[in-house]
């Protein structure tokens, strides 16, 4: 998913939403809509996570924490079984010994009234991210000049992205060149694709993009370092991994959007296919 920082008019971040209501979207972007709706069931994970795929749910499980580090999501439960889905999950998760995982709810979600059984039952609303937004790109989004992109091939290249994370997220930067090499190594076997932007010559902002089983590619992260928003980094990083995914065989895009995001996605074409409601539950 997209990371979350700050908004500004330039970066587009935020985890992945589903459609609630209103009238299916047509031609391709509906036909990724489910994939837009629970990314995380059809993302190529990392060595250092897990998925488990039952017919009532997917379970993912990336180990190192986080507030998204473990997720309940493509719920199907039966009517009859609400409760001993939730006591399931629970105890799946207590067993890896997670603390607190989210359910995410969209409209393919069952059976109706899911999100108020699951209140019922003592998860919570996310205070953090209530919900988000489910978008697809099926064209080429605006060619943007200036911002010079380049995939992340290096541990130099690597370093400058953590740097910028740093910067816009707060989290604590591995600075040990031993530490910082073993990230670098796990980055790579991860198998996502990274782009950094910059402008003025200085290292501005980054873009991640993942594979999916299902076909249409993943924005999984970005960032741009306050002093460059504005200046089309981003933006400019987007319409670099909608050429990747092209070269790659991939149609589509597809992302997850706060509220403050979603207007900036639109403008480069994406188009909102559905809402998820984000629950956090302990086990």
């Known amino acids: 998913m997209e990371e979350s920082r700050p908004p500004d008019d330039d970066e587009p971040v935020g985890p992945a939403g589903r459609r609630v209501g209103g009238p299916r979207i047509a031609g391709q972007a509906g036909q990724w809509a489910h994939v837009a709706e629970d990314p995380d069931a059809y993302q190529h994970l990392p060595p250092t996570a897990s998925r488990e795929v039952r017919d009532e749910v997917v379970l993912v499980h990336s180990n190192g924490g986080g507030a ?13 079984d609400v409760q001993s889905n939730i006591a399931a999950v629970r105890a799946c998760f207590a067993r890896r010994q997670v603390e607190e995982f989210r359910w995410l709810i969209g409209p393919s979600a069952t059976p109706p009234g899911i999100t108020q059984a699951l209140l019922d039952h003592g998860a919570e609303r996310d205070e953090d991210e209530p919900e988000v937004t489910a978008m697809v790109l099926d064209r080429e989004p605006p060619v943007v000049i200036g911002p010079a992109v380049r995939s992340i091939t290096s541990l130099a290249d690597f370093e400058a992205m953590e740097a910028i994370r740093e910067e816009v997220f707060g989290t604590p930067r591995t600075s040990r060149p031993a530490k910082l090499g073993a990230r ?26 993942d594979r999916t089983s299902a076909g249409a590619m993943l924005l999984a992260g970005g960032a741009t370092r306050p002093e460059f928003r504005g200046r089309g980094a981003y933006r400019a990083l987007v319409h670099a991994r909608w050429e990747v995914a092209k070269q790659m065989g991939a149609s589509a895009l597809v992302t997850q959007a706060q509220s403050a995001s979603r207007p900036i996605l639109e403008r480069l074409g994406f188009q909102a296919t559905g809402t998820i409601e984000v629950l956090v539950d302990h086990p």
């Open 68 to 80: 998204w580090s473990a997720l309940a999501l493509r719920i199907r439960f039966d009517a009859t």
């Open 184 to 209: 670098w190594l796990a980055f790579k076997a991860a198998g996502s694709i990274a782009l950094l932007a910059e402008v003025d010559g200085v290292a501005a902002s980054f873009g991640v993009l």
